[in-house]
């Protein structure tokens, strides 16, 4: 996805207050018009799961509550009040520059995409989000398909009334969360619906593919949990009782790599003031498969004992660049294959090629091409295909593989081409 980010302002006339976080400052004593931490952070609930409805209302999925844009967003509207000079209204501070450089300092350093919205004066944070709304420019930020994380921030300064409230949006695609009704911070019963982002991206070894499929579970071993088709909403029930409810989702993609996210909810009335932390309601935790586990990856992509898996791929048959150069080929349907799409070249005069190139850095040394390929009758001495690689005007191969190569016909089968990658 292309980076991209957007800023809109709402000028008003005040606001309600902000711990901030990046700083040793304190927040606003409890009064009130100050209210306790407790009250501060279930407003912040509210306002994100207002936002997510609204969201919902226009089609769109819900945002994950995010720590990091929250930190950034509290501690920006606390600075934009006791940091600048009075009257300012704008995105830049002066400690960390823009939106971008105070996200990254919060934490959240892998988005692709962000957006803010600001309130420079006093106004409820609820007020706020109804204002953004009537606001086309606030609007299109708050309601943009790409976000899918958001954190919220606001202060007043009880001197003079003066204050900020923020709203920090972004895309991460790098991370795909689970989101348990639509953000609310407590549900009354056990039965929820469950939103489950999908990761962007493409059916290959280049990255985390989209999933597959999924296991859900009330906890962390997923004992007894079934894996099922991948589907973006789910109804799930709760453990029963009250308290703290987390919900876990493992995906996998057709390689069998996965990922773990989660999301939490207070099934009950209301969350003791003791529990509501930023960390219960908003920590982001991800797990994603090992590359250099190799056994469990060989298992999970059929055996393939010749492929030694790294985190430094370059590109396979899914990238963009890959096409047939020559003769006669065409993609077919083969749910044996890696993304259930295989590419099958015609054996017909004259040859028919296929080929792909990248452009991606590779650290000196030696280097892999893998071929995973099969043949529908293995009985013949002729070769049946050639490979090679080209880089730095050199070429390895052509490696000539015979029909008879293949332990049996119809079966996929991985032969590899070493090459050197220079240093220069």
């Known amino acids: ?16 207050p902000l711990s901030p976080l990046f700083g040793s400052q304190a927040f606003a004593q409890d009064s009130a018009q100050s209210p306790s931490f407790d009250a501060f952070i279930r407003k912040e609930a509210d306002v994100i799961y207002e936002t997510n409805l609204k969201r919902r209302q226009d089609g769109l999925a819900p945002l994950r509550w995010n720590a990091e844009l929250t930190n950034a967003a509290r501690w920006f509207a606390y600075h934009a009040v006791e940091g600048h000079p009075n009257g300012h209204c704008g995105h830049n501070d002066l400690v960390y520059g823009e939106l971008t450089d105070r996200i990254t300092a919060a934490g959240y350093d892998h988005a692709q995409a962000w957006g803010e919205n600001v309130v420079c004066g006093y106004v409820d944070p609820k007020d706020a989000v109804d204002a953004w709304m009537k606001s086309p420019g606030h609007h299109d930020n708050m309601m943009n ?11 007043q300064r009880e001197s003079d009334g003066r204050g900020y409230v923020v709203q920090d949006l972004a895309y991460d ?11 609310a911070l407590t549900t009354s019963v056990p039965e929820v619906t469950l939103y489950i982002y999908n990761l962007e991206g493409k059916d290959g070894f280049d990255g985390l593919a989209p999933a597959k499929e999924m296991m859900i579970a009330n906890e962390p071993s997923f004992a007894g949990a079934q894996w099922e088709p991948f589907s973006t909403e789910k109804k799930w029930t709760l453990d029963a009782g009250e308290g703290w409810r987390t919900v876990y989702v493992k995906t996998r993609d057709g390689l069998g790599r996965s990922t773990m996210v989660h999301d939490t909810i207070y099934l009950g009335a ?4 003791e529990s509501l932390t930023l960390a219960q309601v908003a920590t982001r935790v991800k797990t994603i498969f090992d590359y250099d586990d190799i056994e469990k990856q060989r298992a999970d992509a059929a055996n393939w004992n010749q492929v030694q898996f790294s985190s430094a791929w ?9 096409q047939l150069l020559q003769g006669n080929g ?9 993304g259930r799409q295989s590419f099958r070249l015609a054996a017909d005069q004259p040859l028919s090629r296929a080929w792909m190139w990248s452009g991606n850095f590779l650290p000196a040394g030696t280097a892999y091409a893998y071929f995973r ?10 070769t049946a295909i050639k ?10 191969g052509p490696l000539d593989i015979k029909a008879s190569d293949f332990a049996a016909p119809n079966q996929y089968q991985e032969f590899a081409l070493p090459f050197q990658v220079n240093a220069d």
């Open 173 to 183: 695609k790098y991370y795909a969360p689970v989101i348990i009704e639509n953000e």
């Open 387 to 396: 490979v090679r690689v080209d880089i730095d005007n050199k070429t390895y």
């Open 1 to 16: 996805m292309k980076i991209f980010s957007t800023v809109i302002i709402l000028c008003c006339s005040s606001l309600l």
């Open 330 to 338: 065409q993609w077919v349907s083969d749910d044996a294959a890696i």
């Open 373 to 382: 390929m099969k043949v529908a009758n293995n009985q013949s001495d002729v």
């Open 270 to 273: 209301e969350p003791s003031a």
């Open 314 to 322: 370059l590109a396979d048959d899914s990238s963009p660049s890959f």
């Open 145 to 155: 398909p790409a976000y899918r994380e958001v954190g919220l921030g606001y202060y």
